[in-house]
Structure formats: C-alpha cells, structure tokens
C-alpha cells in the first residue's frame, strides 16, 4: 500500500495507486461496505474516502492502465514494461419497485447528503452482483452467457434489515440482502479477469446518502422481511473522463413462436420481430417476459389483425399478406396492453372498450411512436420496404 500523500496528482502514477483509489471510489458511492475490505487497509481507506472530492477520486479511479508500472519506481530501479490495461466494470441486478417513493420517503429530507451531484436519495434501486471487471480483457456477450446459467428467472431477494456505514463525509443508509442466486452469480462473476480486494460477498441495496452521523437513527430490523424481484441485469463499462455506458438486459426470453406454412415469414423477417419484441419491451419497461406467436390467418378465435389475452398472457398477431411494418406496429399494440396490465391500469377480466378508449387509444398511438423510433435505430428502408 503507497503512502496518501503519493495521490496528489490529476492521474494515478501507478496500477495499484488505480486500484486502491477504485476501492476508496466504491467505498463513496455505496458499492463497497467497509468490512469488506482488507483489514490491514482498511482504515486508511475508509479515511481517505471521508476526506477526498469524489470527482478527484474518480479521476484517479478511471486512470488508464495503459503506460503506467504495476508500482511507482524508486530511484534507481528499473521500470516495468506494461502489458494490460484494466478498467474496471460493474454488474448489477436493478428492481423495477413501484412503491420505492415510500422508501426513500423514510429519509428524512434534513438528513439528506446533497453537497455533491449523484448523492441524496438513491433513484435507481440495484444491487451490485461484481464491481471490477477488467473492461478491456473481458467481453459482455461472455459475462451475459455466464450469468445467464446462473439467474435463469427473475431473482427473488429478501431485505432483512436496514443498516448503515459511516464515514466523515457522509452515511450510505441501505438494506442487507439475502439471496442464494446473487451469491452464485458472484461466484461466477469472479471467474473473469477483475480486481477485489475483498473476499466476502455482502450484497445490498442503497437506500440514500445522508449526512455524517445521522444514518444510524435508521438502522433496524425488519420485522417482515421485504421481498423483491429483480428482472433487469444491467453492466456498467467506465468510459473516457468517467463518463459510463451502460448496456441491460432482462433475465427470461421472450418467446416468439411462428405458425409453419406462412411462406413469405423468411428468417430475415423474424430476426427483425425478435429485434422489435426486444426493442419495444425495453422501452415499455415489461417486467414479464412476453409470449407472442405469429399466425397465418384469422383462425377459430376470429381475430382481425392481433390480439392479446390476458388471461393466458398470450400475444397473437396475424401476419398473412401483411407488410413488416404493420406486423410490427400490431406488436407494439399488443406489447403497450402487456404492460398496462402489468401497471394495474385494468385487471384480467376487465371489460376495455376496443375502440375509442383510452387504453386502446394509448395503446394505438404508442404503437405509433415504437415504429418510429424502431425504424429510426434500426434502418427505415428495411422496415418499411419489406
């Protein structure tokens, strides 16, 4: 470990300075609790992320590896040749919770940490599964393969308690999390290149950031523990100057099905639906995945162009003789009833006025709004020529 003093500078002089600074970083935003790191380091670090700027730690934190030793060289040894270049990455599991207003609304406004932006109440409630991905040496469509095996359904949590862990700057208020699968994940995260320095696994759930000394007040035990399903993996790659890219996906398939002996339904055709399903449920925000089966015609259930039913939760849309875009903009329809459902606007069993409602106006004019920006992303000519 280097001595504080050797930090004061715009970049880290060396991989392990990146490193220990990637800790003390972690430790300010809440992804790293303090009994997780070494205890021969941990009181120094826990000082440092008390008494540095976040935005200068990050600065050290996002230094490329790329040019720099593995360890500032005294004076007269010889330098090490660098052969890697590490950023760090961060995988989380992100909960779609509609009453996490009544969370947060524990928090005393008073109390709240705001001196600094990205502090305050937490507005995007996650848990950090592995935070320290070599960024360079490792390849999402691996990590996703992986974790796929692994969470294969939406993964149930149960918060037992709310906790705090302090420093001089602030507290970071958050509820301790049980859950076997977050646990195996982990596990299976480690096996890729990363840097941690600490061996146990703690996940948990920031609740806000609050002033120095004030986060115990809202330590307790719960006494029924909080259930939450996540659905939504979301990897965090660092970027140029800190800036983050971000890239998500939800735990279950879609299931698409097509009804044999629809002859101009090419491959080409149903790769660009399996796009717009995925497209459409990311930004309607579907929590469930969606069953939806491509047919010829009209057949017994009469149905015109699409329908959805919700009691099987089925979507079946009729694409005989019909252009690509019409198909997909029936999709859209549909997806947008999946998801009022979802958001309690009616229950299975309502009665919905087909035309003229409100439902099936939003759900006519967001179809709308789907294809455009499908068409957009993705290529008007193909969408709209085929």
Known sequence: MENESEFIDEKAASKSQQRLMGQVYALQTGELDPSDINPKFRKQIVKMASTMKPSDVEDFARTKHKGI??????????????????????????FNIKNWDDVTNLIDEKDLYTEEEGYGLEDEPHVTILYGFHDDEVKLNDIKEAI????????????????????????????????????????VAKEFPHTSDYPDYKPHVTIAYVKSGTGKKYSQK????????????????????????????????????????????????????????????????????????????????????????????????RVGGRALVDILRSIGHELTHNRQREAGVYKVGDSVQPIGGP??????????????????????DKIYEM
């Open 69 to 94: 030793p593995e360890k500032v060289k005294k004076e007269g040894e010889e330098k090490e040749d660098d052969k890697r270049e590490y950023d760090y990455g961060c995988l989380m599991l992100y």
């Open 148 to 187: 796929d095996k692994v969470i294969t359904k939406p993964v149930e949590i149960k918060l037992t308690n709310i906790s705090c862990f302090e420093n001089d700057k602030y507290d970071v208020v958050k509820f301790d999390v049980e859950s076997p699968v977050l646990h195996k994940a982990n596990e």
């Open 359 to 380: 439902i099936e106006d939003k759900a006519n004019s967001i179809a709308g709004i789907l294809i455009k920006d499908f068409a957009f992303n993705y290529g008007n």
């Open 222 to 317: 719960l006494k029924n523990p909080i259930i939450l399903t996540g659905n939504k993996l979301v990897y965090s790659h660092p970027g140029e100057d800190g800036e983050k890219t971000k890239d998500s996906w939800k735990i279950g398939q879609n299931i698409l099905g097509v009804q044999r002996g629809i002859s101009d339904m090419t491959e080409e055709k149903i790769k660009i639906i399996q796009d717009f399903i995925n497209f459409a449920c990311e930004k309607l925000n579907i929590e469930e995945p969606v069953y939806i089966y491509l047919r010829k015609d009209r057949g017994d259930d009469g149905i015109t162009t699409a329908a959805y039913f919700p009691y099987e939760n089925e979507n079946h849309i």
